[in-house]
């Protein structure tokens, strides 16, 4: 067993890290504050090729691995989870079960702009009515002709209004509660499509979140993914891959929130010394970090186990269990080292517990990642 990283994702860690520090941190503040995307950002991650990580060259991505997808989402979200999660989203969500499931066609119009960046991806399954009862949802397929007719909406889409490209769940067959739902890839501009609402957030505020709304949107049949009927198991599959996303997601939020409550320890001077050197703080920052290494070796334990076609849903679900409260600790404990002066807009610590919550929350809750591992362990 071996726990070095290859030379390869040593250089994707390197490369994202500085990518990061220099284009991604400078507005991470002020694009919270304003609840601002800004599309130079994704360029850029697009010129580097970060969208496409783990898709082989033929389908526009670099040929790369879960592993260094991972890595890059939690060394983004080390300094904006904002940034972490449009590229998960993208990845995950959107590219990977077209990748997974798509025709050849499908792949040449849809995964290729995806992987290079040209297109942004979204995912839609949550409706107001079925969130963790995913298999609950509302939207309609109705065939006719040549043609899918969708009604209905998807709310909390990440990278709504951004994307143009969806890959959304509805039900075809009314009779079957699992076995009657289908997927669809749903271009921004067909007709019928549009964005709803967008959502005023607690945190990752510069990812934006919106209603997409389906009013007799006309989808061609060839734009069905997977067979009718394969809906569920392609929503299920696909949330097994992009729950890690989200546990590197945690990762690195956690990890930047340490770096900075590590850094303001040893500055900080009280009782005549610094209060890294206090016990009552040093044990603190001894326990955060333990939390972050241990998140991390999950993330990645998972990461791998995908890369190397490895079964990966409950490992997966334990991650983001395991990383989603481990960034919720992390970043309160962080708050708490700084004092007065971490509640305050002034330092990075308090956007990074706000943005710590929703890893708790979205692509499942922790209550249903404990349901996924125990039906796991059970079955
Ligand atoms: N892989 C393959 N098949 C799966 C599967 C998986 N991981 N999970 C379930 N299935 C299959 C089952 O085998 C079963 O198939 P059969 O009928 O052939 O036996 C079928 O799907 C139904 O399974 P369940 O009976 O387990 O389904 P359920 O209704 O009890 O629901 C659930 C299971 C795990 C609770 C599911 O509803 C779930 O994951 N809910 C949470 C939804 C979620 O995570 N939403 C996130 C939204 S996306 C998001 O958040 C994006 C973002 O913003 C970034």
Redesign the pocket.
Same mark, same amino acid.
């Given at each position: 067993m071996n726990f070095l990283l290859s030379e390869e994702h040593e250089m994707i860690r390197k490369m994202v890290r500085d990518f990061a520090k220099n284009e991604v941190e400078p507005t991470a503040a002020e694009r919270d504050e304003e609840e601002r995307f800004d599309m130079e950002i994704f360029r850029k991650m697009a010129d580097l090729g970060l969208t496409g990580i783990p898709f082989p060259e033929e389908y526009g991505g670099i040929g790369s691995d879960y592993l260094a997808y991972c890595i890059a989402v939690e060394e983004l979200s080390r300094v904006c989870a904002s940034t972490g999660?449009t590229l998960?989203?993208h990845t995950s969500?959107a590219s990977w079960p077209i990748y997974k499931y798509g025709t050849e066609e499908q792949k040449q119009k849809y995964l290729v702009p995806l992987a290079q960046g040209t297109s942004i991806g979204g995912?839609g399954?949550?409706e107001p009515g079925s969130?963790?009862?995913?298999?609950g949802m509302r939207t309609t397929a109705k065939l006719d002709g040549d043609h899918y007719v969708l009604n209905g909406s998807k709310i909390?889409?990440?990278n709504g209004g951004i994307a143009n490209i969806y890959v959304v769940f509805a039900v075809t067959d009314p009779s079957s509660?699992?076995?009657g739902t289908s997927a669809f890839i749903i271009e921004s501009g067909f007709e019928g499509f549009s964005v709803g609402k967008k959502e005023k957030k607690l945190g990752i505020r510069s990812s934006p979140?919106t209603e997409i709304i389906f009013e007799d949107c006309r989808v061609p049949v060839e734009n069905m993914l997977g067979a009718e009927g394969e809906g569920?198991?392609i929503a299920?599959?696909t949330?097994?891959g #992009?729950r890690n996303g *989200?546990a590197a997601q945690a990762v690195g939020i956690a990890q930047g929130a340490l770096d900075a409550a590590v850094g303001y320890a040893k500055e900080r001077v009280q009782f005549g010394k610094p209060i890294a050197a206090q016990q009552g703080v040093s044990f603190k920052l001894a326990d955060m970090a333990t939390s972050v290494e241990a998140s991390r070796l999950l993330t990645y334990q998972a990461a791998w186990r995908e890369s190397e076609n490895l079964s990966y849903?409950k490992e997966s679900a334990m991650s983001k269990l395991f990383a989603g409260d481990t960034a919720m600790k992390v970043t309160t404990e962080a708050v708490q080292v700084f004092g007065g002066y971490g509640y305050t807009k002034d330092y990075p610590v308090e956007r990074y517990m706000r943005d710590a919550k929703i890893t708790q929350i979205?692509? #499942?809750?922790q209550e *249903?990642q404990r349901?996924?591992i125990s039906?796991m362990l059970t079955k």
């Open positions: 999660v998960s989203a969500l995912y399954l949550t969130g963790s009862d995913a298999g909390f889409i990440t509660k699992h076995k979140t569920f198991k299920m599959t949330l097994d #992009g *989200i849903g979205y692509e #499942g809750t *249903i349901l996924v039906r």
